[in-house]
């Protein structure tokens, strides 16, 4: 089975820092990699696919990078409505899914 | 747009076996394209894959829980369901269903129920 750490658990940023995200895989998973925003009490939303690919209409200060191992998620300038938790999630070895443990997003 | 709706009872007793239905709208249950997914989430905690459904009935488990997860598909009603047997308090959560887009190399979740809590308790 893969394991997906992410780090940290949760941060706390002011308003327009840029923020940054890891996901780290236990194994290989080339760039089967998403990207998810929580915000509280609601369902999960996709916006990064294949590590990289932003969905339509995510906002360009949301990025992905990274490929085999190691992930980066970046938000270029935190806004209030940015907070919420960040999941990472894997599918290098369908059809097994892993979540990341999540990162929990605040504004100081 | 496809919308996703949890139903079923929120509070189960220890031992016994959690049911909970999604109902599927707007969209094609039958679609080669997707499969058909359960998810939890332990309060405060993270996600966790349970598995997903074919429109055909193929079927694959998150491994840790496959000894008590069983998902079905009915196709007429547009539904597919999770029942977890012999449930504990470990079992508590926020249980979504969510679609898994599988086609033209895009693997993803990309529309998700509102989520339902189901607690255990006696």
């Known amino acids: 089975d893969i394991q997906m750490t992410q780090s940290p658990s949760s941060l706390s940023a002011s308003v327009g820092d840029r923020v940054t995200i890891t996901c780290r895989a236990s194994q290989d998973i080339s760039d089967s990699l998403n990207w998810y925003h929580q915000r509280p009490g609601k369902a999960p939303k996709l916006l990064i696919y294949d590590a990289s690919i932003l969905i339509t209409g995510v906002p360009s200060r949301f990025s992905g990078s990274g490929s085999g191992t190691d992930f980066t998620f970046t938000i270029s300038g935190l806004q209030p409505e940015d907070v919420g938790t960040y999941h990472c999630q894997e599918y290098g070895h369908l059809p097994a899914l892993t979540f990341g443990g999540g990162t929990k997003v605040e504004i100081k | 747009q496809v919308q996703l709706q949890e139903s079923g009872p929120g509070l189960v007793k220890p031992s016994q076996t959690l049911s909970l239905s999604c109902t599927v709208s707007g969209d094609s249950i039958n679609s080669d394209a997707y499969y058909w997914s359960w998810i939890r989430q332990p309060p405060g905690k993270g996600l966790e894959w349970i598995g997903y459904i074919y429109y055909s009935g193929t079927t694959f488990y998150n491994p840790s829980l496959e000894s008590r997860a069983t998902l079905s598909v009915d196709t007429s009603k547009s539904q597919f369901s999770l029942k977890l047997t012999s449930v504990t308090a470990a079992d508590t959560a926020v249980y979504y269903c969510?679609?898994?887009?599988?086609?033209?190399?895009?693997?993803?979740?990309?529309?998700w129920g509102q989520g339902t809590l189901v607690a255990v308790s006696s």
């Open positions: 969510a679609r898994w887009t599988s086609s033209s190399y895009r693997f993803y979740f990309d529309s």
